[in-house]
């Protein structure tokens, strides 16, 4: 059996995943990469600009244009520390609790529409194999970062012109 067919596949999965989802998000005036920002306030209400650049392990500059974004959408509001006015703090608006809940919908039918046809065994045992899989590929090197770190790793690699 070709394994490269078989992790082809598993990257068209991902692939259609996200089309799926972006295509659900197209007219939410909303993007895939400002979810997490939007979740990560919601559950940290209050945090700092630089608390998601150490969460998310990207650029102080990347963060700042996402903030900016969001905070032009109405999704999040900024406001001064009462205590430290060099401090600003991030607040989820109503409209970010809005649209974390029309996604979160979105991506549970994109997940029913994916796992359909999956009786609850197979289910089982396809997250079995999947985890097998994870496992041999978290060496010392991988096994302790979180799917953020991981995707910083990636960019650093493809700045630096070793992915194609």
């Known amino acids: 059996m ?11 999965i991902t692939l259609l995943h996200k089309l799926y989802f972006n295509k659900a998000a197209e007219n ?13 306030i919601m ?9 998601l650049v150490s969460f998310f392990k990207v650029s102080a500059p990347s963060i700042a244009t996402s ?3 969001l905070m032009k959408s109405g999704y999040i509001n900024r406001l001064t520390d009462e205590s430290d006015s060099r401090v600003n703090r991030l607040h989820a608006t109503k409209k970010a609790h809005d649209i974390s809940t ?3 919908k979105e991506c549970e039918a994109i997940d029913e529409m994916a796992f359909r046809d999956f009786s609850d065994n197979e289910l089982l045992e396809f997250e079995r194999l999947i985890n097998k899989i ?9 096994k302790t970062k ?3 770190e ?15």
């Open 2 to 12: 070709e394994h490269k067919t078989t992790l082809q596949k598993l990257g068209k």
């Open 28 to 40: 939410k005036d909303i993007y895939l990469g400002q979810l997490p920002i939007i979740h990560y």
């Open 43 to 51: 559950s940290n209400d209050g945090c700092t600009q630089k608390d």
């Open 67 to 69: 903030v900016k974004r």
């Open 102 to 104: 029309a996604m979160k």
């Open 134 to 142: 994870l496992d041999s590929l978290n060496t010392e090197e991988f």
């Open 146 to 148: 979180n799917i953020h």
């Open 150 to 164: 991981l995707i910083s790793e990636e960019k650093k690699i493809h700045k630096k012109g070793g992915l194609g």
